[in-house]
């Protein structure tokens, strides 16, 4: 079967079967090893075992993967010598942290300026001094009355996720750190403040934004929020000090809230020896949105201007942004040719599903060109990655990526399959005997 062979004008049910077949003939001469195709959040790629460990558990991010997979992948999979790890999306860092924990050079890219915050703050290293200094801080936050009050968060909509007593609890703490001098106490408080965000917020993340709990109590006077408040952030920085005190040493990794795509990729990123990363995936998640809270009572937003910059800096993988057109040479027919204008003929709810498509296959093409010269002849790119389900069809983003990879130059070692994934049951009544494709797996490139 070739392109020009699958009609787009068809209906779901034509242009599914040529679809799947064309990913029937991928799979022919692309090694597809399923660990396991359970739907289950408690893979290797999901962040659950991360909630755990030193470091990684200080700050709950649920798109993040396990550093004990990081460290397979690393230690197993990979000749790694003196090079660098990258990871070019690196969210809140366990790929970079992992590195440094095997006392190897670690750098991480992500445009999220929470994600880079926390990221950054989790690598701290301090001396026995600083150590003593976090903790006489935690003391005078404990006792203290806490008369200051920071303002509130330029968004109404953030200031209605929560009691008006909760909120003014969170910002008289938020007004205590940011009176401290010493750039890593400050941090780790700030850390400890946007972790207490979701727990005492009225609403909780579910897929692409917030939605309100369903169980929900709060405390009923102002003493009451402020005990509670301080309490919960009190926890998390005397865990914060133990890890840094215990934690065996390591490499502190470096992180840059820095875009990888483009032309100007850092001079840095150089002699790799590996990549591990998870790029958003093509699900229409706006995480300015997921993390909005955060985002704006952590100050990394301002005004609009700020969410918005955000957006058009990120990947293509959602739909709430006007992207100009880039990086077109490095997209994939099949999308561009087939899938795109069929999605665009159904009824879905944005009629920018389709260019999103498009949009983040060039991504990850410019992605894979800027790094071709910068890994190591014989390194691995182990690329996590889910796949989406639009229009009637499933879009394979595992074997399209691979295939891209090949396209791009590099050899394909496999596609590893992690677990199976469940759309809404009515998707899942479509896709018949392919469901397989449903599923969040690990695309393995190496550079020849």
Request: proline letters at 6%; glycine letters at 6%.
């Amino acid at each position: 079967m070739t392109l020009s062979s699958i009609d787009p004008q068809s209906d779901a049910a034509p242009l599914a079967e040529d679809l799947y077949r064309h990913y029937r003939e991928l799979e022919r001469t692309i090694r597809v090893n399923e660990q396991s195709t359970r739907t289950t959040y408690r893979s290797p790629v999901n962040f659950i075992e991360s909630m755990q460990m030193p470091r990684h558990r200080w700050f709950p991010y649920k798109e993040g993967f396990s550093p004990s997979f990081v460290k397979e992948f690393l230690s197993a999979s990979v000749k790694i010598e003196d090079g660098l790890i990258l990871d070019p999306f690196s969210g809140s860092g366990t790929t970079p942290l992992v590195a440094g924990e095997l006392r190897l050079r670690g750098l991480g890219f992500d445009v999220s300026p929470l994600t880079s915050f926390v990221a950054k703050t989790k690598a701290v290293v301090m001396s026995a001094a600083e150590l003593r200094s976090l903790r006489d801080a935690i003391f005078d936050f404990d006792k203290s009355p806490l008369r200051s009050r920071a303002p509130e968060p330029n968004n109404a909509t953030v200031q209605r996720y929560f009691e008006t007593e909760v909120l003014e609890a969170l910002l008289r703490s938020k007004a205590f750190f940011q009176e401290i001098d010493c750039p890593k106490i400050n941090a780790l408080f700030k850390l400890a403040f946007l972790s207490a965000i979701e727990p005492f917020s009225t609403h909780r993340k579910a897929g692409n934004g917030v939605k309100k709990k369903t169980r929900y109590s709060w405390p009923v006077s102002d003493a009451d929020c402020m005990s509670a408040v301080k309490r919960f952030m009190i926890q998390k920085l005397e865990m914060f000090a133990a890890d840094i005190e215990h934690t065996p040493e390591f490499i502190p990794p470096e992180f840059r809230q820095e875009s990888c795509l483009g032309d100007a990729l850092s001079a840095e990123v150089e002699d790799v020896s590996a990549v591990l990363t998870s790029p958003p995936y093509a699900n229409c998640f706006d995480y300015s949105k997921i993390y909005m809270s955060e985002l704006w009572l952590g100050d990394f937003f301002k005004s609009k201007t700020d969410q918005q910059a955000f957006r058009q800096a990120s990947v293509r993988s959602h739909v709430h942004a006007t992207w100009a057109d880039r990086y077109n040479e490095f997209g994939i027919p099949i999308v561009d040719d087939v899938i795109r204008p069929h999605i665009e003929q159904q009824d879905l709810w944005s009629p920018r599903i389709g260019s999103m498509l498009s949009g983040y296959f060039a991504d990850l093409g410019n992605l894979l060109d800027n790094l071709r010269g910068r890994v190591r002849s014989g390194g691995r790119l182990g690329f996590v990655v889910g796949n989406s389900f639009y229009g009637g069809v499933a879009v394979a983003t595992d074997l399209l990526l691979a295939d891209l990879g090949r396209q791009s130059g590099y050899e394909v070692d496999e596609v590893r399959v992690y677990r199976g994934v469940i759309p809404s049951s009515q998707q899942y009544r479509k896709l018949g005997n392919n469901r397989k494709y449903m599923r969040e797996s690990m695309v393995v490139l190496r550079r020849p």
